[in-house]
């Protein structure tokens, strides 16, 4: 199935570590690079990690990728209240021949 | 530094046709991919398409048949055709450059989008 899941939302005090699920399948995240993109309220989506572990220059190191099988997860350390916003995974799909965003995930800073 | 501005976005009946453009500047247009994405009122993320450095083009399911994108090379810009409008593609398109000339390694910068509102 070419869908890529995310927690429809996810929640941390400032300081804590947070971090944000993306599920695909053998098409998508399992045989091809993911990307993350964060949209902070009223802005377009920023570049937050590309290749799976990478980060863009100017992304804090507070900011981390990882993927495994057909799973990725983004981390956030040291969350601050400027964190507040929404969170997308990206991959292509190669059944799909096309990208694929994930739901997206919002972010509270309680 | 790299700027994306898009333009022609604007309400139109269903069934209308509606030319967006993206006009880039800031680094070597004909280096990079471009695509376009969509997100519709409080909704999430959906790639349109792509098209890459040598003008061959993908597009999503939902827009196949109907939307054309291309590129002038001699303007740096991009472009979206888009025909048979539905209601459904009411949505903020964004222009975003992808990270190679080929489209498969993701977008990394974005524009600020211009807004497309299909309704009777």
């Known amino acids: 199935q070419s869908v890529l899941t995310q927690p429809p939302s996810a929640s941390a005090t400032p300081g804590q570590r947070v971090t944000i699920s993306c599920s695909g399948s053998s098409s998508n995240i399992g045989s091809n690079a993911i990307n993350w993109y964060q949209q902070l309220p009223g802005t377009a989506p920023k570049l937050l990690i590309y290749s799976n572990n990478k980060r863009p220059s100017g992304v804090p190191d507070r900011f981390s990728g990882s993927k495994s099988g057909t799973s990725a997860s983004l981390a956030i350390t040291g969350l601050q209240s400027e964190d507040e916003g929404g969170y997308f995974c990206a991959a292509w799909d190669d059944s799909l021949n096309g990208w694929l965003f994930g739901g997206g995930t919002k972010l509270t800073v309680l | 530094q790299v700027q994306l501005v898009e333009s022609g976005g604007g309400v139109v009946q269903p069934g209308w046709s509606l030319r967006l453009s993206c006009a880039a500047s800031?680094?070597?247009?004909?280096?990079?991919?471009f695509h376009w994405v969509r997100q519709a009122p409080g909704k999430g993320l959906e790639w349109v398409a792509l098209?890459?450095?040598?003008?061959?083009?993908k597009y999503s399911d939902s827009v196949k048949g109907r939307f054309t994108v291309s590129r002038d090379d001699s303007k740096n810009i991009v472009y979206l055709h888009m025909n048979s409008l539905r209601p459904e593609d009411t949505a903020l398109y964004y222009c975003a450059r992808d990270r190679a000339y080929s489209g498969y390694e993701g977008s990394s910068n974005w524009g600020q989008g211009t807004l497309v509102t299909v309704s009777s």
């Open positions: 800031g680094f070597r247009f004909n280096d990079f991919a």
């Open positions: 098209i890459s450095y040598d003008g061959s083009n």
